[in-house]
């Protein structure tokens, strides 16, 4: 129990309002958890109050207060992430930005600058309306701008142009200490104070709440495809998708899924799996400014993956189409989430993408057990399910998942390109980053949040 | 002078070895300089030993010597730099990385391993020999990896994959203590301990040593052009420049230069400029996989300059002829050089370079000087030169500059996209990053270095 409770929310009530605190339980219960996977998801405290600010100032006054309490932040996005990064899982406040929620679209320069409580979608959405694209797609539209920045998301249509951080120009922060840190604005190139922002995309939210962000845009690219391309060989899909990489070929997207893992999606979402033949696909999304070179990418597609071995290809450029194969494609999480124990994130180098496969393939046969293996085999990030198993307790499930960390590490990669560490990865961080990276931050966080209170059970394995 | 100055050079060699340690004043003195115009440049102490280690554990060792001595250490690449970031101006050490040159090209993973001394060009050459490429190109070949890393180096041909930070997957470092850190390493995408790795990109080696760097590659795309199209309006041409971003096209290079500074340049190296027309030029420089990409976007770039006004373009696919072309742009700098009092490298947002240039001139106006103009107007890095004028005091020369800095400011730019603060720069770190950042640095910088051994006087504004 936090002491001084009254008290506490006395001083929160001055600054944000009566309205914007959430006291009440069941009010509460919707901050509570985000979007991991039931298996391996920690039990959120109750003992919290959640706080609505509706400026910088008013997040700068909240953490003045939390010092003075020495009560812990969690701070709060869309509650999409797949690592218990959201949860509060020790007492003190839930800061939701949720109405910060601002998109400003400069067109001229092609930057949103953007408040960090508002959506992935209404940043898609106000971007096209002014003809300008946000091509990065971190899944679930519902994640805000702040929780994508935090935790540098990437997704599938990564290939292209790049993870958030390479979309990020510059970013308010307000620090543990409540002091407020402009960095970077709309220019592209910016080597004035190396960029410090950079510290904070990534970080998880433990060195600073991140209130708004500068977001580069692109021009639409009016013109694209999607083709789903069909092996009956796993090894000739992963042959065909390096080909297509070292030609030196950018799609915006480069996706691989088997049949099991793609029907179960298109069934969950009460829809067909468009795609008859083939038992392993590649999907790939282009993306152009000329629709001459979409028709010239196309056919050189078309000629690498026939080459090594591809049925006919299911190519669409119209939209909806495209909207729906990417709907499929994007729902394989939410299809298995019931029935998932956990989702693991591993990373390998782009060469080495069906090597990893095939060991984890050999992880599933060892264990008689499911390991829906998909994800983007265009930069190497291969999600792989570890499913509930009848009969299987929750340490020998952890067990599969260790062997795959292993396969991976082994293989050069790393054990999460995208969700990030969170509460559930802490205790690989001693394995795969080591004494040298844990001392480090451990400065970094004490120096810049001397009495932990921001996120202060997050990312740094507990002592 | 340095107390027990015969002690700490036996401790040295009893590391590094005695044929790996300078003092002699002559040999000393080519390690002192770099880049910088000679109007704002430092004056160099003299009173420093330059170490050469050979491996990283023995960069560690002269890093705890230097904490046990409290001496500075100048951590020295090609000394190619432009803000007297590696002029050594505190007693002490300079580190120079030569001997740890290695490059290993992985060509299945795309990824070059590369020790911290190795230059630019070496990268470059080793890439090639195996079809791939390091797109970047920020000027100097003789700069190290190292040094590239640390500065976040830009170029021109950072429009199409982005600044050095980009390029980055994993570095090895030493921190100040001597402590060794290994952040990321093959893959492309990395959320593993919110990559750290970019806390020190950019840094320009205050926070520590780097040693080594994880490089991505791309595939060599085969097919390249250069197109240098003449104007004979300025407004015109800028004018053509955002409309070919503005439709979504990413060249590997967009610069802007005119006549006069193109000629000096070509003069300086003894050729001539072949374009005989216009007096402002646009050189835009094409790379592709596919060759029928190229001609698409040829095409598609000729009729967008014909349709802003643009003179008969000059276009080339032939190697030697693009080589020549990019080395009278590179080397611009080297041909104003000797009667340069600075070069700036105000940045800007990409949707106002041309209002940005319309101020430069009128200052030029103002003042009756020349100040010219070139640079990168894919990325609003525009780079002008403060010349030296016949009765001007450097009073007046540094008015003249703070006038352009005030120009880019306004516009919602910056001071350096590329060059960095280094020692040149820091008296504007107050006035363009805020307390805020100079009281966050200096607490990363306190934990990480406490005895400010590494770098001391440089990034952060004297007290």
């Known amino acids: 129990m936090i002491r001084d409770f009254k008290s506490l929310i006395g001083d929160l009530k001055s600054v944000v309002g009566e309205q914007w605190i959430v006291t009440e339980e069941r009010a509460v219960e919707r901050y509570l958890y985000d979007e991991t996977a039931f298996g391996v998801r920690p039990e959120p405290v109750r003992d919290v109050v959640v706080v609505k600010p509706g400026s910088t100032e008013e997040v700068s006054e909240v953490l003045k207060i939390a010092n003075k309490y020495k009560v812990s932040v969690h701070v709060r996005g869309g509650g999409t992430g797949l690592v218990g990064g959201a949860i509060p899982t020790k007492p003190g406040i839930v800061l939701s930005l949720e109405r910060m929620d601002k998109v400003t679209i400069d067109v001229d320069n092609m930057v949103a600058e953007v408040e960090a409580g508002a959506t992935l979608g209404k940043l898609i959405e106000e971007a096209e309306k002014h003809n300008l694209m946000f091509p990065a797609h971190p899944g679930d539209e519902g994640a805000t701008v702040g929780g994508l ?8 249509r990564a290939v292209k142009t790049g993870v958030v951080r390479n979309y990020v120009l510059g970013l308010e922060i307000v620090l543990p200490n409540g002091d407020i840190l402009r960095l970077g604005g709309k220019t592209i190139k910016n080597n004035m104070g190396y960029n410090l922002a950079h510290l904070f995309i990534g970080s998880e939210g433990v060195l600073g709440v991140i209130t708004k962000a500068y977001i580069r845009l692109y021009p639409k690219w009016r013109y694209t495809a999607t083709i789903v ?47 008859k033949e083939g038992e392993y696909y590649l999907m790939i999304i282009l993306a152009e400014a000329l629709e001459d070179v979409l028709y010239v990418e196309m056919e ?9 071995g ?19 494609r994007s729902e394989i999480f939410s299809a298995l989430k019931e029935e998932t124990f956990d989702i693991l994130d591993t990373t390998v180098p782009i060469g080495v993408v069906d090597r990893f496969i095939e060991n984890v393939i050999d992880i599933e046969k060892r264990y008689g057990v499911w390991l829906p293996v998909y994800g983007h085999v265009g930069d190497g990030n291969v999600h792989v399910h570890v ?22 590490l082994l293989l050069g ?9 969170g509460y559930i990865r802490r205790k690989y961080v001693k394995k795969v980053l080591g004494d040298a990276w844990i ?10 949040d001397p009495n932990n209170i921001l996120n202060p059970d997050k990312v740094l394995p507990g002592d």
């Open 310 to 328: 591809a049925l006919e290809p299911f190519v669409t450029q119209r939209d909806d189409e495209q909207k729906s194969l990417l709907k499929i």
């Open 300 to 308: 050189h597609i078309d000629n690498i993956v026939r080459s090594e």
């Open 413 to 421: 990669g790393t054990i999460t390109g995208e969700h990030g560490i």
């Open 387 to 408: 499913m509930k198993h009848k009969g299987f307790s929750k340490e020998q499930l952890e067990k599969i998942a260790e062997d795959v960390y292993d396969v991976a």
């Open 149 to 156: 920045v935090a935790c540098n998301a990437g997704g599938s």
């Open 229 to 275: 391309v069909p092996f009956n060989s796993r090894v000739d899909a992963f042959r065909a998708a390096k080909k297509i990489l070292f030609e030196g070929l950018t799609p915006l997207a480069l996706e691989y899924f088997d049949r099991k893992v793609i029907e179960t999606s298109a069934n969950y979402l009460g829809t067909t799996w468009p795609v």
């Open 439 to 448: 001392e480090t931050v451990k400065k970094l966080k004490s120096v810049l």
